[in-house]
């Protein structure tokens, strides 16, 4: 009875703990994001309030809508052409059988490894000659091309998981291989694709070294280099906008996570049941 007691309470103090560690960081980050001063907060003489926010939201020269518009919209293009391109992908390793299958996705494995810093100053380059530099797409397509790992080895996983005799039933009653993925298997598959879009959507938003050295201003520039570029704009470090943007880019992650993460999870069990 003592064990078991005891290991409880190391179980609770031991969550409690990581708790605190992963959750300490955001809070702080969120109240120095209210103080009108922040070097006066451990003083007790900061004043608090949404003045921090309101300069984020309007003040012209920090740009952080034009910022979210550029985060969001390379991001969703990216999440998009990666979800359905690996989607494809993954049916096809998982299901097709042809020559090299198995190397497929050891390759694409293989080159997302090398580092991004290693190739930027060349797509530097390139773009600078293509003359898409500083827009959408120079950030778009190295997006693409190191977030479909990802995308394709989720949809693999899920894809091994279906039931072939799902497909064989299809066919036996006529339908032919693309409208076995689109009628049969792709809704089966819906929660690990929706997953998917969703790692890879986080994981863009969230890119900083294409958006740095591919950018040059607040017209493709995104937050994650559009909140480290505050300090320039100002002469100091203005610790509540800072603290007031990264707010603002936290929450719509965070709500979207929580939000879509249960219909994950319950997507995934009703379609292993029902397969």
Same mark, same amino acid.
């Given at each position: ?9 190391? /179980? /609770? ?15 702080? %980050?969120?109240?120095? &994001? #209210? ?18 926010? *309101? ?15 550029? =985060?969001?919209?390379? =991001? ?5 052409? *990666? ?32 580092? $991004?810093? =290693?190739? !930027?100053?060349? @797509? ?24 479909? $790992? ?20 299809? %066919?036996?009653?006529?339908?032919? +291989? ?14 690990? /694709?929706?997953?998917? #879009? @969703?790692?890879? @959507? ?6 900083? @070294? ?10 493709? +520039?995104?937050? &994650? *280099?559009?909140?480290?570029? #505050? ?6 470090? $203005?610790?509540?906008?800072? %603290?007031?943007? =990264?707010?603002?880019?936290?929450? $719509? ?8 993460? +249960?219909? !994950? ?11």
């Amino acid at each position: 009875m003592r064990e078991d007691a005891l290991r409880c309470a190391l /179980i /609770i103090a031991g969550s409690v703990g990581l708790l605190v560690f992963a959750l300490a960081p955001v809070a702080w %980050m969120a109240w120095i &994001s #209210f103080a009108d001063r922040p070097d006066l907060v451990v003083q007790g003489e900061a004043a608090y309030g949404l003045g921090n926010y *309101v300069d984020v939201l309007t003040e012209e020269e920090l740009h952080f809508l034009d910022y979210f518009r550029n =985060s969001l919209v390379i =991001s969703l293009v990216t999440a998009l052409a *990666v979800t359905a391109s690996a989607s494809l992908a993954g049916y096809a390793v998982s299901r097709l059988r042809f020559r090299g299958r198995v190397l497929v996705p050891l390759a694409v494995l293989a080159v997302s490894m090398f580092p $991004p810093i =290693s190739i !930027v100053g060349y @797509l530097h380059r390139i773009f600078s000659q293509a003359g898409l530099l500083n827009t959408h797409l120079a950030l778009i397509l190295p997006y693409i091309a190191f977030t479909v $790992p990802l995308g394709l080895w989720i949809n693999m996983s899920y894809f091994a998981q279906i039931p072939r005799d799902l497909d064989r039933a299809a %066919m036996i009653d006529g339908a032919g +291989r693309l409208r076995t993925l689109t009628h049969v298997v792709l809704p089966v598959a819906l929660p690990g /694709i929706f997953s998917s #879009f @969703l790692l890879v @959507l986080i994981a863009c938003f969230n890119k900083f @070294l294409f958006a740095l050295m591919l950018t040059v201003d607040y017209r493709a +520039r995104t937050l &994650s *280099v559009g909140i480290a570029m #505050f300090q320039g704009l100002h002469g100091e470090m $203005p610790w509540g906008s800072l %603290m007031a943007a =990264s707010v603002l880019t936290c929450a $719509p992650l965070v709500a979207l996570t929580l939000l879509f993460q +249960r219909y !994950v999870v319950q997507g995934l069990s009703a379609g292993a049941l029902k397969g």
